[in-house]
């Protein structure tokens, strides 16, 4: 069992929480040995991890998902475990960089996760260090998304165009609640930099077209609609669930 004491380490991360659970950002000691790093869950080998959620931290969330929503299929479990974990990752740098001008160093391995924990993904920094908001591409894309969609795809074949969808979806979902946020508080300059940043990660090809500049919709589909019950996201690519014969666009 490990012992972690939580601790308020920095006043911009306290700033976060009144933006929504998929903001917050906790800070931690450890008092004994360390959980899941995001650095130990994207290089760590596959196994059957029912003996130790922390041997390989990103099987043992997507089969929890999977028991969770019944999903018929791993890489759908996957794909919204991908997605979920995606929008904390751009909602808390988001929310820094708009609202204090900076964000936190999210190295992955400073940046601890609970794989057993309900949503939203339950994340905490073992140390906080701020970096310019112009540091946001690095810190998320480059330093989470793209060794996540590695391992997803190495273990569950899912499409790259899917994860480039599942990651500017989660981005402009960031944007709409620090939106709302911001324009019920009368802070439309934080609504304006949020907006702004997201322009400039949106241009990058990783995110570039996964979106309808238009509607705001996808062009790929997160396979939810499968689950279930599942039915259609609010910018689902889809106007109405395909048959199995059609089959998703998944964008490869």
């Not at 569950?156 to 939106?179: E, F, K, T």
């Amino acid at each position: 069992m490990v012992l972690l004491l939580f601790v308020d380490l920095d006043p911009d991360l306290a700033a976060l929480e009144p933006l929504g659970g998929f903001f917050v950002l906790r800070t931690a000691v450890s008092t004994r040995g360390t959980q899941a790093t995001l650095k130990k869950a994207y290089t760590a080998a596959r196994i059957d991890p029912y003996g130790d959620v922390y041997a390989d931290p990103i099987t043992f969330r997507v089969r929890k998902v999977a028991l969770s929503l019944r999903a018929p299929e791993d890489r759908i479990a996957a794909s919204i475990a991908h997605q979920a974990l995606a929008a904390r990752l751009w909602s808390i740098a988001l929310g820094s960089a708009a609202l204090c001008g900076h964000v936190p160093d999210l190295e992955p391995g400073l940046l601890h996760w609970d794989p057993d924990a309900g949503a939203p993904d339950d994340l905490w920094l073992a140390e906080v260090r701020m970096l310019p908001a112009s540091a946001i591409d690095e810190v998320v894309r480059e330093g989470h998304l793209v060794p996540l969609a590695a391992a997803l795809r190495s273990r569950y074949g899912i499409s790259a165009g899917l994860l480039r969808g599942n990651a500017g979806s989660a981005l402009a979902g960031a944007v709409r609640q620090l939106d709302r946020w911001a324009r019920a508080g009368g802070r439309t300059d934080v609504a304006d930099r949020a907006r702004g940043i997201a322009a400039g990660l949106f241009s990058h090809p990783d995110l570039a077209d996964t979106l309808d500049p238009a509607t705001g919709r996808r062009r790929s589909c997160c396979l939810y609609y499968r689950l279930p019950g599942g039915g259609l996201c609010g910018d689902c690519c889809f106007d109405r669930p395909p048959t199995r014969r059609e089959g998703p666009d998944e964008r490869h």
